[in-house]
């Protein structure tokens, strides 16, 4: 129930995360000057940023739980580093100073997969609504914003399973607070009847 009524009341879930925001006395920085545990390093050479070295590192960053309950040696946080020399296999990144390179890192999918080799628990929901929301802003793109929307709700009804993973990380809070806009601003420009219609289509 409490997943359903995330996705059929956006509000409801936009106003609880910013309360988890505010109850924790201030925002968490994006970049804290300490931190706990391993670290996964993101090439940000010219060739693996024009193949998405940002999109790496924010996906990365999304399905890591949260530190202390990655579980042994998993990394639990991402940093960007200088070039890793694999300049046509890139995205590039390893695991600490030290750890073997790992490329082609161009996709959700092989994000979860090194992930899964490093040891950490991907939850395949978030995975799944992460996928779900790119398509989603390709509807957009598009200007199929009918599609859009049922695409992004559907990504909240994957997310929205656990509210306690959904919301252990600030990473997950930016992600979450993101999709919510864009569903936001997908559903103004609707007219009534489509909104009607897509309330129609609750989840069950």
């Known amino acids: ?24 006395g201030s925002p968490a920085p994006r970049t804290p000057t300490a931190r706990i545990g391993p670290e ?6 010219d060739h693996c940023i024009s193949r998405g070295s940002v999109f790496a590192a924010s996906t990365l960053e999304l399905l890591m739980p949260p530190p202390g309950k990655a579980g ?19 995205v ?21 997969s090194w992930l899964a080799d490093l040891g950490v628990a991907v ?30 709700r559907e990504a909240l009804r994957y997310a929205s399973a656990e509210r306690e993973a959904l919301l252990s990380t600030p990473a997950r809070k930016r992600w ?5 806009i864009a569903q936001s601003r997908v559903l103004s420009c609707l007219d009534s009847p489509e909104r009607a ?6 989840v069950r």
């Open 176 to 180: 979450l607070t993101d999709v919510l």
């Open 72 to 90: 042994g040696d998993a990394p639990c946080h991402v940093v960007m580093c200088s070039c890793l020399g694999q300049c046509t296999r890139g």
């Open 92 to 112: 590039a990144a390893r695991r600490g100073t030290n750890g073997p390179v790992r490329a082609n890192l161009t996709s959700i999918e092989a994000c979860a």
């Open 40 to 45: 996964v390093q993101i090439c940000t050479g």
């Open 1 to 24: 129930r409490m997943a359903r009524d995330y996705v059929t009341c956006p509000l409801a879930l936009c106003v609880l995360v910013l309360s988890e925001v505010l109850s924790s």
């Open 197 to 202: 219609w897509l309330s129609a289509q609750e």
């Open 123 to 152: 939850d395949p929901g978030l995975a799944k609504a992460h996928a779900l929301v790119l398509k989603g802003d390709g509807h957009v793109a598009a200007g199929a914003m009918r599609a859009a929307a049922r695409t992004y």
